[in-house]
Structure formats: structure tokens, C-alpha cells
């Protein structure tokens, strides 16, 4: 009988060990070629970010379109086709939702824009007027209170003006080429904007393609029970991210049109300018509101203070309604994060990716601290400690 070789066998548990070992190692090394050519690697970053800004724009329309394109399918799957037809149906409820859509932002373009160039066109013009307007309440404060030295404002003031006109005479000089450039710039963007709603389309078309191919990735690298976890946990973090970015922005546009209606039944002037300013700012949680109204408040300053204090009021009440009745029924616990946390995001995110960071931070961060808390409990759970897997205040 012949001796069995065990000389050479394949022991997973060791087997495994290596493999984590391998991308532990491979994955430091990428790390520190990345941190020492840090410039290199973020312009290479940025070069490729402008390359897949369609595909980036496709996926952000198609976020945003899904949940509309399945309420519209379902509803035309149970009053029109009675569940039969189901791929003439979604595609039909994709129509309806991309013209819906569409519609909505034609008819913005023709009626919010133009309003708001109107109003900075009367804005400039009114420049002069504030300026003089400012002289004047300086002279007055100088009289009022001689104590307070107002010559040094004064020269402030005064050397403002060559300074604007010596900005003009380089615009104008400069004009040329800026118009290019911009021409340039808008047609990239158009082509970007219209490859992006045709990726969102095959994306939106294709989900359950794209979907089952994701499964099938996780499943060929995880074992079946942790698949099963890692496909929930996904899941999971895309309600959560979901349900704060569609929930807040429709928070927005209704915050946004009430500003609107409320302005114009109090007769303030700028009204749909300074709406769309409220309502994109309002997205960003606590800080929206005062970041919103504060450019309202110095242009109705410069106006008339009695203006700028029935706005401060009228935003007041309007952030209340929003606070305390609005707010909660649409984005209800779609966080669940501490204030203190909030207040975090917004921090870290505004600075380093501004007015949108501050936006995105605060998903970002609740889907961060619910996979953490995952962790965590998986961990006390392991370890029998159920005293502390879950504290209620």
C-alpha cells in the first residue's frame, strides 16, 4: 500500500490569515503612496471626477427619481393594468416622472429665473442709493456719538469706490475671454447634464439587473449568513440616506414656496430671490434657517429696517412651522442622531466641501454612527453583555 504524501497541504485557517495579511499590507501601501504624492493624487482624483461626472450626475438623478418612478408604477399597475404589463408599465411611469420633473424645472426656468435676474439687476442699481443711504446713517451715528471715531469707516467707504471701479474697468476689458470661457463651460455642462439623464434612465431601468449582479458580488466574497447581513446592512443605510436627502428636500421646496407666497402677500420686495435663497439653505439642518435669512436682512437693512423686521418675524414664524409641525412629519427620526452629532457633521462637512458638505454630512455621518452602533451590539451581543446593547434615555 502506498504511503499517503502529507507533506504539502492547504490549511484554510492560515490560508485565510495570509489573505488578510496580503490586503492589509497592499492596502498600507496604497495609503502611504497616496498621502506622499498627496498632490498628485488628488489632482489625478479631480481629473477623474470631471472624466465620471455624467455617470456621478446619473446616479444622483436616479436616486432621487426611483422612489417617484415606483410610486407611479405601482399606482398604474393597481388602477390601469391590474398587475399585468408590468415592463410597458414602468417604463410608462418612468415618462411620466422624467416629464413630470422636467416640466417642473422648464417651468422654474421661465418664471423663477428670469425673476431672480430681475432682482439683482434692481439689486446693483440700487447700490448707489445703499451706499449713500450707509454715508448717511454714519454721519448720523458721528453726530449722535462723538466719542466714536467714524473717520476711519468713512475712508473705508470712500476708497470702496475707485476699488469697484478699477474692478470694473478689468471686467470689462476682460470680457471677452470670460464669455468664452463661460460659452465653453455651458455647453460641458449640457452635454454633462443630458448624458447624465440618459445614464439615470438605464440605470432606473436596469436596478434589478444592476442589483442582482451587486448580489451576486457579495455573495462570491462573503460566506451565505454573512451576505445575508451585509445585503441588510446596506439596505438599511440607503433608507436612512435616502429618507433625509428626498424627505429634506421636499421640506425645502415647500418651505421655499410658503416664503415665496408669504413675501408677496406682505408685499416685500425681491421675493422670489430671496425664497430660493431660504429654501436651499434650509436643507442644511439648525443652521439653514439663519444662514437663509441673514442675506435677506442686510439687503432690507440697506432698504428700510421696519422691511427687514417684518421679514426676521415672518422667517421666525416660518422656521417654527417648519421646526415644530412640518419638519417632523416629513423627515420624522430619518437620522436618528444626537444633536451634538448634527452639529458635527455640518461642522466638518461645511468645511471641507462648503454649502454642500454641510448638506451631505449630516447622512453621511447617520449612516456612519448606525454602522458603528451595528458593530457595537454585534460585539455586546457576542459577549452576552445585554445590559448594555441598547440605552434609553
Known amino acids: 500500500m502506498q504511503k499517503q504524501n502529507h507533506w504539502f497541504q492547504v490549511n484554510k485557517k492560515y490560508l485565510s490569515i495570509c489573505r488578510y495579511a496580503l490586503f492589509v499590507i497592499v492596502t498600507a501601501i496604497i495609503v502611504y503612496m497616496f498621502i506622499l504624492h498627496w498632490s498628485s493624487a488628488l489632482s489625478f482624483i479631480e481629473r477623474m471626477f470631471k472624466i465620471l461626472e455624467p455617470f456621478f450626475l446619473g446616479v444622483i438623478i436616479a436616486y432621487f427619481l426611483v422612489p417617484l418612478v415606483k410610486r407611479v408604477d405601482t399606482w398604474i399597475q393597481a388602477n390601469v393594468t391590474k398587475g399585468k404589463y408590468t415592463r410597458l408599465s414602468?417604463?410608462?411611469?418612468?415618462?411620466?416622472?422624467?416629464?413630470?420633473?422636467?416640466?417642473?424645472?422648464?417651468?422654474?426656468?421661465?418664471?423663477?429665473?428670469?425673476?431672480?435676474?430681475?432682482?439683482?439687476?434692481e439689486l446693483t442699481n440700487r447700490i448707489p442709493f445703499m451706499y449713500r443711504k450707509l454715508t448717511e446713517e454714519l454721519l448720523y451715528l458721528d453726530k449722535k456719538y462723538p466719542n466714536i471715531d467714524m473717520k476711519q469707516i468713512n475712508k473705508q467707504l470712500s476708497g470702496m469706490v475707485p476699488d469697484l471701479v478699477e474692478y470694473g474697468t478689468n471686467l470689462v476689458s476682460s470680457l471677452l475671454p470670460l464669455v468664452y470661457s463661460a460659452s465653453l463651460s455651458i455647453v460641458k455642462r449640457i452635454i454633462n447634464i443630458i448624458l447624465?439623464?440618459?445614464?439615470?434612465?438605464?440605470?432606473?431601468?436596469?436596478?434589478?439587473?444592476?442589483?442582482?449582479q451587486a448580489k451576486r458580488v457579495i455573495y462570491a466574497v462573503f460566506p451565505e449568513d454573512k451576505g445575508d447581513i451585509v445585503c441588510t446592512t446596506l439596505r438599511e443605510c440607503n433608507d436612512i440616506f435616502g429618507a433625509f436627502l428626498i424627505s429634506k428636500a421636499i421640506d425645502s421646496l415647500i418651505i421655499g414656496c410658503i416664503c415665496c407666497i408669504a413675501m408677496s402677500i406682505l408685499g416685500l420686495p425681491y421675493a422670489v430671490l430671496i425664497s430660493v435663497i431660504v429654501?436651499?439653505?434650509?436643507?442644511?439642518?439648525?443652521?439653514?434657517?439663519?444662514?437663509?435669512a441673514v442675506p435677506g436682512i442686510v439687503i432690507y437693512l440697506c432698504l428700510d429696517w421696519e422691511i427687514a423686521l417684518v421679514f426676521a418675524i415672518m422667517i421666525l414664524v416660518l422656521q417654527q412651522f417648519d421646526g415644530w409641525i412640518l419638519g417632523p412629519r416629513l423627515l420624522g427620526q430619518s437620522t436618528g442622531l444626537n444633536p451634538i452629532w448634527v452639529i458635527f457633521a455640518i461642522t466638518v462637512g461645511g468645511a471641507y466641501f462648503g454649502l454642500l458638505g454641510m448638506f451631505i454630512g449630516v447622512p453621511v455621518v447617520a449612516v456612519i454612527a448606525f454602522l458603528v452602533n451595528k458593530v457595537i451590539s454585534s460585539r455586546l451581543k457576542d459577549k452576552h453583555i445585554k445590559a448594555l446593547e441598547e440605552f434609553k434615555e
Open 196 to 212: 447624465g439623464i440618459v445614464i439615470s434612465m438605464y440605470m432606473i431601468y436596469s436596478r434589478e439587473s444592476f442589483r442582482f
Open 90 to 121: 414602468f417604463v410608462i411611469s418612468m415618462i411620466l416622472s422624467y416629464g413630470a420633473v422636467l416640466g417642473f424645472i422648464v417651468i422654474a426656468f421661465f418664471f423663477v429665473i428670469p425673476q431672480i435676474i430681475q432682482s439683482m439687476q
Open 279 to 292: 429654501g436651499i439653505t434650509n436643507m442644511i439642518p439648525y443652521f439653514g434657517p439663519f444662514i437663509g
